[in-house]
């Protein structure tokens, strides 16, 4: 192996003397490319920015003698950050890293030339041997990508100068004599991968043969209804050459056979019932009105795409098995169809207005009301029993999820059912004690009477059209009195509110939630369960859940919650441990966000928690009577009390989601408290859609029918 085939060049050469760097740029004949403060402004700029050390790198000089030119490049590391970029995430860095360890040969080199200049975009290889013995002919030119220029030059040489001129930290083998039955041993040495493109049926042979004693996977590509070979020989290696089909044919049976001789072989080898009707109708024309079976570029072009994606997989230990497949495009397009419509519904109602309105009746507008109360996700964890002397609040354990650790949330959203049934109670005259239960289903109970709390019957209205406002918050100031008055609602109920405004803070807080958000993604059960609980119009029921629509999203981002629903696609930024756009949406809001309201509780408790859930109700009222939008958010961490709390929560991000709780509580102030809810709270246009709630056949059971106690 030379530096030049019959004067050629093809390897370009280093210049790191600096009388011989000096030489070569004063000389008029040598063209001068210097585009190196491009080149470092561009990595500075990538996202994630490399290391220093990638950074600071030396720059070289390459001189490329067959164009007589001298180029100034970033050094091998910041080259190739730089220039395998855009290949994330469909190939990680590390993956990258894994696969410039590779070593690839590539036998024939008219397919084979597509092939190598794929594999060395892509940088599937670190080195790649390259073997033809033949020139380049203006009959190539139809399939294979040189130039006029390249007319008479050897295809080996050809293409290493043209994977030199795209990265010349490519190591690249030359064998321009081609390859012959003694020299194949010598061609394999040190190859993980073989691509065998070959003319010559011996080679094709012994080109298998000798994998198979080297140990060494084989990818062939034939480019007629685009067929993909793959030999494990790697794995198998007593498997029959060419999966048999060839029989007990060997190399020095097949030399020096003319095209017309070959034919047997080819139909052999392809399948004549697989091969399409211009490829077997030219196979009868072969040595008539053509001299070869016929091939198109965009076919090879397509059969290097396909030889390059199955060398990944081998280089990467991906499963890939011996077998043979079709890529056959023709196939594709006569399967041409319009996608579906895209989802979406006009109810042609009012999506504002509840479509049940109060029930005249005092007792069935109690259930109605505590219908009517928040619950995570919207699916609403309850059952309600409605008798003549009182309304009972019953846990629906089907209706939970991983984030409600221990029905915490549960137990909040009842806490708000309770608080609703009080109102309504308190507005019909019917107002009695109240019942939290230590534990079991039964959770809470309200008792009719003939009291009355001109207070909490005043909140009547306002707590029917209490709604979720997720819109972008106008950055305006809180009126003065919201402090006294939050924490009076919080209090009034046993429970705490802390109010965070300050900028800083919700900055801190904003880059937190939206933390927090992308370790919901990316923990499969976490996001299993949250796509579970939004509900697309046109798909799903929406009585209960969260309506797409509700979040109040622009088109762009509701086109990538599409996106994000794909568990493959939260699987792969998890591998990665990417993602922060998954938090893009939080982080912003909270950025605009004019406060933050924390309600807390004292202790861990059910009935800690039911409390909480009154206070929850009834701050989210006063807020909304203050003029201002609430949005409820759900942190990860929002329920979890101890270490193996996070770990249910999500076994991998347990220690992360630890810390997360803990930086919350400081930047909050929570001390020994517990979470019942967070409310983003500000100033927001009207709500576009207003969620659903099961219907009250569903959901509530009257006592005489249900054989109940009441």
Same mark, same amino acid.
């Given at each position: 192996m030379t530096d030049a085939v019959n004067g050629a060049a093809w390897r370009p050469e280093l210049v790191d003397d600096p009388e011989r760097l000096a030489g070569l740029r004063a000389d008029p004949a040598v063209q001068v490319v210097d585009t190196i403060e491009q080149q470092q402004r561009d990595l500075a700029r990538l996202l994630s920015a490399p290391p220093p050390e990638i950074v600071g790198e030396p720059t070289r000089w390459f001189f490329y003698p067959w164009r007589r030119a001298l180029i100034h490049l970033l050094g091998p590391e910041a080259f190739q950050t730089l220039r395998t970029d855009r290949n994330r995430n469909k190939i990680t860095a590390e993956e990258q890293r894994r696969l410039r360890r590779l070593s690839v040969g590539v036998a024939g080199l008219s397919v084979g030339h597509a092939i190598a200049h794929t594999l060395a975009l892509e940088g599937s290889c670190g080195h790649i041997r390259l073997a033809d013995f033949d020139e380049i002919e203006l009959s190539n030119l139809n399939r294979i990508p040189g130039t006029v220029f390249d007319l008479g030059v050897n295809k080996a040489v050809v293409v290493a100068r043209r994977i030199a001129e795209l990265?010349? %930290? !490519?190591?690249? $083998?030359?064998?321009?004599? =081609?390859?012959a039955l003694d020299s194949i041993d010598t061609f394999l040495d040190g190859l993980d991968i073989v691509v065998e493109e070959c003319d010559s049926f011996d080679v094709k042979l012994a080109l298998r043969d000798g994998a198979r004693r080297h140990r060494l996977p084989v990818v062939m590509e034939t480019s007629d209804r685009g067929l993909l070979d793959i030999e494990r020989y790697d794995l198998e290696p007593d498997r029959p050459l060419f999966h048999g089909l060839l029989g007990d044919a060997r190399p020095a049976d097949l030399m020096g056979l003319s095209t017309h001789d070959k034919v047997p072989y080819v139909l052999r080898v392809l399948e004549p019932a697989e091969l399409s009707a211009p490829m077997a109708a030219s196979m009868a024309e072969v040595d008539e009105s053509l001299n070869t079976w016929p091939q198109l570029g965009g076919d090879i072009t397509l059969g290097a795409a396909t030889v390059a994606a199955a060398v990944r997989k081998l280089g990467l230990g991906a499963p890939l098995p011996s077998g043979r497949a079709r890529v056959d495009l023709d196939a594709v397009l006569a399967g041409l169809a319009d996608p579906p419509p895209p989802a979406g519904a006009d109810f042609g109602v009012d999506l504002v207005v509840d479509p049940e309105p109060p029930p005249a009746e005092p007792r069935a507008a109690v259930a109605h009301a505590a219908r009517l109360a928040p619950s995570g996700g919207n699916t609403q964890p309850w059952t309600f029993t409605i008798g003549p002397d009182g309304l009972d609040i019953v846990l629906d354990p089907s209706q939970t999820s991983t984030l409600d650790v221990a029905f915490r949330g549960s137990h909040v959203a009842i806490g708000a059912a309770l608080f609703n049934a009080r109102v309504a109670a308190a507005r019909h005259g019917l107002l009695g004690e109240v019942e939290i239960l230590a534990g079991g289903d039964r959770v809470a109970g309200l008792?009719? =009477?003939? =009291? $009355?709390?001109?207070?909490?019957?005043?909140? %009547?209205?306002?707590?029917?059209?209490?709604?979720?406002? +997720?819109?972008f918050n106008e950055p305006k100031p809180l009126p003065e009195q919201t402090a006294d008055v939050l924490r009076a609602a919080a209090t009034a109920e046993g429970a705490d509110v802390h109010l965070v405004t300050g900028r800083d803070q919700l900055h801190r807080l904003a880059e937190l939630l939206g933390e927090s958000d992308r370790l919901r993604y990316l923990t499969e059960q976490l996001h299993r369960e949250m796509m579970r609980e939004?509900?697309?119009p046109g798909i799903d029921e929406l009585d209960w859940g969260i309506d797409v629509r509700t979040l109040e999203l622009d088109a762009s981002d509701l086109a990538k919650l599409g996106v994000a629903r794909r568990t493959d696609v939260m699987a792969v930024l998890a591998e990665q441990d990417l993602g922060r756009a998954l938090g893009e949406s939080t982080r912003d809001r909270v950025h605009a966000a004019t406060g933050l309201a924390v309600v807390s509780v004292a202790g861990p408790s059910p009935a800690d928690y039911v409390r909480g859930g009154q206070a929850v109700e009834r701050v989210w009222i006063e807020a909304e009577r203050l003029g201002l939008s609430v949005h409820p958010m759900s942190p990860v961490f929002i329920f979890g009390v101890d270490d193996g709390d996070y770990v249910e929560l999500s076994p991998r991000y347990a220690d992360r989601l630890r810390r997360l709780r803990g930086e919350f509580a400081e930047i909050v102030g929570l001390g020994q408290r &517990?979470?019942?809810?967070?409310?983003? !709270?500000? %100033?927001?246009?009207?709500?576009?859609? +207003? $969620? @659903?709630?099961? $219907?009250? &056949? @569903?959901t509530v059971r009257d006592a005489l029918e249900a054989g109940s106690n009441l």
């Amino acid at each position: 192996m030379t530096d030049a085939v019959n004067g050629a060049a093809w390897r370009p050469e280093l210049v790191d003397d600096p009388e011989r760097l000096a030489g070569l740029r004063a000389d008029p004949a040598v063209q001068v490319v210097d585009t190196i403060e491009q080149q470092q402004r561009d990595l500075a700029r990538l996202l994630s920015a490399p290391p220093p050390e990638i950074v600071g790198e030396p720059t070289r000089w390459f001189f490329y003698p067959w164009r007589r030119a001298l180029i100034h490049l970033l050094g091998p590391e910041a080259f190739q950050t730089l220039r395998t970029d855009r290949n994330r995430n469909k190939i990680t860095a590390e993956e990258q890293r894994r696969l410039r360890r590779l070593s690839v040969g590539v036998a024939g080199l008219s397919v084979g030339h597509a092939i190598a200049h794929t594999l060395a975009l892509e940088g599937s290889c670190g080195h790649i041997r390259l073997a033809d013995f033949d020139e380049i002919e203006l009959s190539n030119l139809n399939r294979i990508p040189g130039t006029v220029f390249d007319l008479g030059v050897n295809k080996a040489v050809v293409v290493a100068r043209r994977i030199a001129e795209l990265d010349p %930290y !490519i190591d690249v $083998s030359i064998e321009p004599s =081609g390859l012959a039955l003694d020299s194949i041993d010598t061609f394999l040495d040190g190859l993980d991968i073989v691509v065998e493109e070959c003319d010559s049926f011996d080679v094709k042979l012994a080109l298998r043969d000798g994998a198979r004693r080297h140990r060494l996977p084989v990818v062939m590509e034939t480019s007629d209804r685009g067929l993909l070979d793959i030999e494990r020989y790697d794995l198998e290696p007593d498997r029959p050459l060419f999966h048999g089909l060839l029989g007990d044919a060997r190399p020095a049976d097949l030399m020096g056979l003319s095209t017309h001789d070959k034919v047997p072989y080819v139909l052999r080898v392809l399948e004549p019932a697989e091969l399409s009707a211009p490829m077997a109708a030219s196979m009868a024309e072969v040595d008539e009105s053509l001299n070869t079976w016929p091939q198109l570029g965009g076919d090879i072009t397509l059969g290097a795409a396909t030889v390059a994606a199955a060398v990944r997989k081998l280089g990467l230990g991906a499963p890939l098995p011996s077998g043979r497949a079709r890529v056959d495009l023709d196939a594709v397009l006569a399967g041409l169809a319009d996608p579906p419509p895209p989802a979406g519904a006009d109810f042609g109602v009012d999506l504002v207005v509840d479509p049940e309105p109060p029930p005249a009746e005092p007792r069935a507008a109690v259930a109605h009301a505590a219908r009517l109360a928040p619950s995570g996700g919207n699916t609403q964890p309850w059952t309600f029993t409605i008798g003549p002397d009182g309304l009972d609040i019953v846990l629906d354990p089907s209706q939970t999820s991983t984030l409600d650790v221990a029905f915490r949330g549960s137990h909040v959203a009842i806490g708000a059912a309770l608080f609703n049934a009080r109102v309504a109670a308190a507005r019909h005259g019917l107002l009695g004690e109240v019942e939290i239960l230590a534990g079991g289903d039964r959770v809470a109970g309200l008792r009719f =009477g003939v =009291g $009355s709390d001109p207070e909490l019957a005043g909140l %009547y209205d306002a707590m029917l059209q209490r709604v979720s406002n +997720r819109h972008f918050n106008e950055p305006k100031p809180l009126p003065e009195q919201t402090a006294d008055v939050l924490r009076a609602a919080a209090t009034a109920e046993g429970a705490d509110v802390h109010l965070v405004t300050g900028r800083d803070q919700l900055h801190r807080l904003a880059e937190l939630l939206g933390e927090s958000d992308r370790l919901r993604y990316l923990t499969e059960q976490l996001h299993r369960e949250m796509m579970r609980e939004l509900r697309w119009p046109g798909i799903d029921e929406l009585d209960w859940g969260i309506d797409v629509r509700t979040l109040e999203l622009d088109a762009s981002d509701l086109a990538k919650l599409g996106v994000a629903r794909r568990t493959d696609v939260m699987a792969v930024l998890a591998e990665q441990d990417l993602g922060r756009a998954l938090g893009e949406s939080t982080r912003d809001r909270v950025h605009a966000a004019t406060g933050l309201a924390v309600v807390s509780v004292a202790g861990p408790s059910p009935a800690d928690y039911v409390r909480g859930g009154q206070a929850v109700e009834r701050v989210w009222i006063e807020a909304e009577r203050l003029g201002l939008s609430v949005h409820p958010m759900s942190p990860v961490f929002i329920f979890g009390v101890d270490d193996g709390d996070y770990v249910e929560l999500s076994p991998r991000y347990a220690d992360r989601l630890r810390r997360l709780r803990g930086e919350f509580a400081e930047i909050v102030g929570l001390g020994q408290r &517990h979470v019942a809810l967070v409310m983003r !709270i500000g %100033y927001a246009p009207s709500v576009s859609v +207003r $969620s @659903r709630r099961l $219907s009250a &056949h @569903r959901t509530v059971r009257d006592a005489l029918e249900a054989g109940s106690n009441l």
